[in-house]
Every structure is written in C-alpha cells, then in structure tokens.
C-alpha cells in the first residue's frame, strides 16, 4: 500500500520560515517525481513544486520561486519542502503526492493527508 | 500560460442523474489531462488520466472524453459516494488545475 504521510505545518511567521516533510513507504521512492500541492481556504488546487526522482531536477511555480525549496533524501524514503520568506497568501493546506513517472509533471496517483500552514503574525 | 476552465462551477443533481463536467484549455494539451475527485477534508484522488483512462479501482460509471482543449468527465448514474468537488488538471509540463466544479445533492 502506498502511503505519504505529511508533517511540519503550523503557524509561521510573516518573513519567516517553516519546512515541510513528507514521509513515503510502499514504492521505490528514489523512482518516481515527487510533488507539492496547496490549497488556500475555500480555493482550488494550486500546483507548487516538483523534484523528479533520478536526476533531481527541480520545478517551481512562479509564485514560489525564489523563496521555497523542494529537496528529498532517498536514504529516509522522505520529501521536504523548505518554505522561507513566508507571505499571507502561503496560508493553505499543502498536499505532497506521487508522480505517476521518474520525470516528474505528470499526474499524482497518490496523495498525502494534506498538512496546513498558517500564516499570521 | 495554460488556462483550465471547468463548468459549470456547481451542478446540482438527484441519485442516479448522468452528469458531464466541462474542462476547456486556452490552448491545445492534446491528451494530457486529468481528472480527480475531492472531498471536504480530504486528500485528491486520481480518476482519470490521458483524458479517458480509468485509473484502477474507479467505478465504470465514470468515463473521460475529448482531446485539444475540449474535455469532459461524465457520471453515468450518480451515485451517494459521488457528491464531491471535481478537477481536471493539465501535464506533461507545469500543472495546472481547473477551478473545480462541486457536486451537490439538488
């Protein structure tokens, strides 16, 4: 059975920084891509990052770029996602889930249970 | 950019009801389209890839269709289970997802 389980969320401060992980088992983790997704209160799915599995190649969206990082440890079967500079508009919850291919930015077959960050001074 | 628009945004409907959502791109991703199912409170899950491939485990009352930028997701006979919000994203590239559509008891 594949299973992702999330933790790290909580409360951060606006300018600073709270980090992600993402614990897998069931699958070869180092195999696949791996990925972020959040969403805001109320809002829809909004893709955030995504580290492919051999060569760890990494992707972000604009709105990201620059102030997260997406990293994994294939020795710990884990992903993490390092969020710095933290804006309001961060507040959501974040889904890290599979990649259905090594490459990564394909389509997520399986998902985490989600893991909220808030962002509040 | 690639835009997804999803319509409607809510459709209400009874047990049993044939529903089609609607998923359009700003421009052509051939087959690379799919679509999942949410709950309140839950994670996505995976229904459907390359626009009309039922992802193992999802009922046959489910069913994609279209190419380009023109997509549906169909329900043949709505079940309890189904009352959801449904998504359709786009890859092979950046992600990107529709806005969602809610499904809700009329």
């Known amino acids: 059975e594949v299973l992702l389980l999330g933790s790290g969320g909580g409360l951060g401060q606006p300018g600073g920084s709270l980090r992600l992980s993402c614990e897998v088992s069931g699958f070869s983790f180092s195999k696949y891509g791996m990925t972020w997704v959040r969403q805001a209160p109320g809002k829809g799915l909004e893709w955030v990052s995504t580290i492919s599995g051999p060569t760890t190649s990494t992707y972000y969206a604009d709105s990201v770029r620059g102030r997260f990082t997406i990293s994994r440890d294939n020795s710990k079967n884990t992903l993490y996602l390092q969020m710095n500079n933290l804006r309001a508009e961060d507040t959501a919850v974040y889904y890290c889930?599979?990649?259905?291919?090594?490459?990564?930015?394909?389509?997520?077959?399986?998902w985490g249970q989600g893991i909220l960050v808030t962002v509040s001074s | 950019d690639i835009q997804l628009t999803q319509s409607p945004s809510t459709l209400s409907a009874s047990v049993g009801d044939r529903v089609t959502i609607t998923c359009r791109a700003s421009?052509?991703?051939?087959?690379?389209l799919a679509w999942y199912q949410q709950k309140p409170g839950k994670a996505p899950k995976l229904l459907m890839y390359e626009a009309s491939t039922l992802q193992s485990g999802v009922p046959a009352r489910f069913s994609g269709g279209g190419s380009g930028t023109e997509f549906t997701l169909t329900i043949s006979s709505l079940q309890p289970d189904d009352f959801a919000t449904y998504y359709c994203?786009?890859?092979?590239?950046?992600?990107?997802f529709g806005q969602g559509t809610k499904v809700e008891i009329k």
């Open positions: 421009q052509s991703i051939s087959g690379w």
């Open positions: 994203q786009k890859y092979n590239g950046y992600a990107t």
């Open positions: 889930a599979k990649d259905s291919v090594s490459s990564g930015l394909f389509y997520f077959d399986s």
